[in-house]
């Protein structure tokens, strides 16, 4: 058996480590936002201002919005202490950085002197806002937020952490978006709901239920299989401009990034397209497909991410394994769902952080085992695990599992997970081989 370690990934690495700490901790976050429920949201910005504030080295971060009883501060951290709740604001000097940020402009200031009036010079006195970057936020097409990375003391701001704050402002803004959204569609629901429940019998309501909370697992389902390819497609569009955005640009790389681009887009359009073939009926893909060339995709996929993390990845596939037949999209889905969780799970540890996957073929079948150095399973939740909606993480939306389990049980396969004998977890899956002439 052959032995391919992801050397390139680890040669790379060190290079790229410098540059992308800000990068990566907002990729993060951004994967993060994307699969978190509405309902959880409120704390996921909490948490991510949090993260970027403690980042940037700022005091203070905050979002904060005009509403029609004055201004209000949806969320706040302060460096050191738990984050603050919702509130209005009791300095007069938020309305007014507002009112400045109505161009539509980043706003930054290095010390209290380069405040264009007085008053505002006198007022971060007392509030101790001496030097910050201030956001614009727009939600839902209007105008009127703003995100704010705020320090007691006067400094410098890089460009880096300017843009930082940019991108965490995108986010957030992206997050109110949704949960304003899920508001109103509630709201719509529930009048639906108190007008139908004169007129309709128990009977018709049980069936809607059923049928909500099916589409409320296809949306779950879809947004966790678009999550991957919308993140791959963030990275790349930065990396894009970040060779480009040079004195000299550096074209090929540039092109490379774009190329990525371009099969990321692909990917999601094949998600899509998926979905649109499950509601005409159709049958799901199936080919005869070689796994190692699949792994490949998905290790190219995930490549910045095992960066980022600090995960070595190492294959153990030998070449001349059995086909299976299949549907590749929805076979990557799988490995990337495993991998990930994998990367999940060996974060919180220390070194090694490190995740082997291997493949071997037995009595006509094709096996794949996904090995981390991870904490392993709780015994208690080994049964549980492949459930929707179970998670144990903060930010966790508990579907990868549970799609694993559904494609590879429409594959006529089976999936599993075990803890392994020293450390770590196990997800083995088994797929029929296609039967060579
Ligand atoms: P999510 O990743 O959103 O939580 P999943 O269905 O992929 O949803 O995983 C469900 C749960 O299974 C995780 O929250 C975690 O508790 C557990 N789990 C999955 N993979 C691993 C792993 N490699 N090591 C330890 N626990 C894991």
Redesign the pocket.
């Known amino acids: 058996m052959e032995r391919v370690g992801v050397g390139a990934i680890r040669s790379q690495a060190v290079k790229r480590r410098e540059t992308a700490t800000l990068a990566t901790l907002l990729l993060r976050i951004s994967a993060a936002l994307i699969?978190t429920p509405h309902h959880r949201l409120g704390g996921a910005i909490d948490g991510a201002i949090a993260e970027v504030g403690d980042a940037l080295g700022a005091d203070r971060a905050l979002v904060a919005r005009r509403e029609p009883d004055g201004i209000v501060q949806h969320h706040l951290w302060e460096h050191g202490r738990r984050n603050g709740s919702a509130g209005p604001v009791s300095s007069d000097l938020l309305p007014s950085i507002l009112g400045r940020l109505e161009g539509g402009r980043t706003l930054v200031w290095e010390s209290r002197d380069e405040f264009p009036l007085t008053a505002w010079r006198l007022e971060s006195l007392t509030e101790q806002l001496e030097s910050g970057i201030v956001v614009p936020l727009q939600v839902g097409g209007t105008r009127g937020g703003m995100l704010a990375v705020i320090a007691r003391a006067p400094r410098p701001w890089s460009a880096d952490a300017v843009e930082a704050a940019e991108r965490l402002a995108e986010m957030v803004a992206a997050a109110l978006d949704r949960i304003a959204n899920q508001s109103a569609v509630t709201r719509e629901q529930e009048g639906r709901r108190s007008a139908e429940a004169e007129s309709r019998v128990l009977r018709e309501h049980l069936a809607h239920a059923g049928r909500v909370s099916m589409l409320g697992e296809l949306a779950a389902s879809l947004a966790?299989e678009l999550n991957q390819p919308l993140t791959a497609i963030y990275t790349n569009v930065q990396a894009a401009e970040r060779f480009l955005d040079r004195k000299r640009p550096a074209l090929g790389e540039a092109l490379g990034a774009l190329h990525d681009l371009g099969q990321d887009c692909r990917r999601a359009g094949e998600v899509l397209g998926r979905l649109r073939q499950m509601f005409r009926r159709h049958e799901t893909e199936r080919v005869p497909l070689a796994v190692g060339p699949l792994i490949e995709h998905v290790l190219r996929l995930l490549y910045e991410d095992a960066v980022g993390r600090g995960v070595d990845v190492v294959l153990d596939v030998p070449r001349d394994l059995p086909l299976v037949n299949g549907d590749r999209v929805q076979l990557e889905q799988v490995v990337m769902?495993?991998l990930?969780?994998?990367f999940?799970?060996v974060m919180g540890m220390d070194r090694p952080r490190e995740v082997t996957l291997r493949a071997a073929a037995t009595d006509g079948f094709l096996g794949l085992s996904?090995l981390?150095t991870?904490?392993?399973?709780p015994p208690n939740?080994l049964d549980r695990?492949?459930e929707p909606f179970?998670?144990?993480?903060p930010n966790?939306?508990?579907?990868?599992?549970?799609?694993?389990r559904t494609i590879i049980e429409a594959h006529g396969g089976r999936i599993g997970?075990r803890n392994g004998r020293e450390r770590?977890?196990v997800?083995e899956l088994s797929l029929p081989a296609v039967k060579s002439q």
């Not at 991870?374 to 399973?377: F, K, R």
């Not at 179970?390 to 993480?393: A, D, I, V």
């Not at 966790?396 to 694993?404: F, Q, V, Y």
């Open positions: 699969r966790h769902n495993l990930v969780n994998a999940d799970a996904i981390d991870g904490p392993g399973i939740d695990i492949f179970f998670t144990r993480k966790g939306m508990g579907m990868g599992l549970s799609i694993c997970a770590g977890s997800f």
